[in-house]
């Protein structure tokens, strides 16, 4: 898989969409810095690579999204069950 790996951010991408759920967060907040941090560099982007930091970037959204809503159906379903 590392192969098909073309830039050195989406590691930390993937290992965000990889990740157990009780490291989603700090997962995810890596990813963002890496992304960040690739935007931020002097070193021109090409179009491909801008468009995958574009998608990479939708992708996190999507994450953080599902991530929030499972969260809150689990806290919800923690209310209902008897103490």
Not at 43 to 49: F, G, I, K, L, Y
Request: glycine share 2%.
């Amino acid at each position: 898989m590392a192969e098909e790996l073309r830039y050195s951010w989406q590691r930390q991408l993937l290992d965000a969409f990889l990740s157990p759920v009780r490291d989603l967060s700090q997962k995810i907040a890596i990813a963002e810095g890496a992304i960040a941090a690739r935007l931020q560099e002097s070193r021109q982007t090409d179009p491909a690579e801008q468009t995958a930091l574009r998608d990479a970037l939708r992708a996190l959204q999507v994450l953080i999204a599902e991530a929030k809503a499972d969260s809150r159906q689990n806290s919800r379903v923690d209310r209902k069950q008897p103490a």
